[in-house]
């Protein structure tokens, strides 16, 4: 079984790669709020991903060696999606607040595709 990092960098390759296509989506369509509200959420969910990844690393370690880990960072990925939202409330005619929490949704998405192959194609 992949460690978490290796797990972390396969689904960060996706997420960028829609990253990519909501970039090119702002640019070149007229949905600019909509766009920038996904890639706002998108890029502060990938911040908690890359936190939570981080979190459970160091968990995985401390179950080994027999040590205590505070805990996985709820309360700081918690604040992180308020920040996001909290800039679309703020700024409402330029970031599309449903866009940012489908952004911050984002990554659980592809957990859960990358999941679901996973189980369906166990060696891929």
């Excluded at 996706?14 to 706002?40: A, C, E, H, R």
């Excluded at 908690?48 to 995985?60: H, I, Y």
């Excluded at 409330?89 to 984002?106: A, E, N, Q």
Aim: hydrophobic letters at 50%; a positive charge; glycine letters at 8%.
């Amino acid at each position: 079984m992949p460690d978490v990092q290796t797990i972390y960098r396969q689904q960060q390759k996706y997420i960028l790669f829609l990253l990519s296509i909501y970039v090119l989506g702002w640019g070149f369509t007229t949905y600019k709020t909509i766009f920038l509200g996904l890639i706002l959420g998108t890029a502060f969910g990938l911040f908690n991903m890359w936190l939570l990844a981080k979190r459970m690393d160091k968990f995985g370690k401390a179950v080994v060696s027999g040590g205590r880990v505070r805990s996985l960072g709820m309360i700081s990925r918690m604040a992180t999606a308020i920040l996001a939202v909290m800039l679309s409330v703020k700024y409402p005619d330029v970031i599309h607040l449903y866009s940012v929490i489908l952004g911050l949704m984002t990554p659980y998405f592809v957990i859960m595709i990358e999941f679901f192959k996973q189980a369906i194609h166990p060696h891929n």
